[in-house]
């Protein structure tokens, strides 16, 4: 098994640069997010192949971001409406 991570010296010492899985490029460990569970602490893609794989998976479920922002716009509406309850009481 071949691991994608190269380390590169420099004079403040070491940084990690690591290939993305998806658009192959080399590119600093400043260009991934964070991964706990992988070897190396980072995801395997990079910031912005994981950024559109996220776009692309909305525009195929529609549906589905629909219902997130949904719930979304009725908890900060529950929210208002708490904190409007609460100002009236105190009045």
């Known amino acids: 098994m071949k691991l994608n991570i ?7 010492g ?4 690591k290939i993305c899985k998806t658009c192959q490029q080399e590119l600093g460990e400043t260009m991934f ?3 706990t569970k992988s070897k190396d602490g980072l995801q395997a893609s990079c910031k912005k192949c994981n950024i559109l794989k996220a776009k692309e998976w909305a525009r195929e479920h529609p549906e589905r971001v629909a219902i997130t922002r ?20 105190n009045e």
């Open 6 to 12: 190269y380390i590169q010296t420099t004079r403040g």
């Open 14 to 17: 070491e940084t990690m640069s």
């Open 33 to 35: 997010h964070q991964r």
């Open 70 to 89: 949904g719930n979304r716009r009725l908890k900060l509406k529950a929210e208002k409406q708490r904190q409007a309850d609460i100002e009236n009481n």
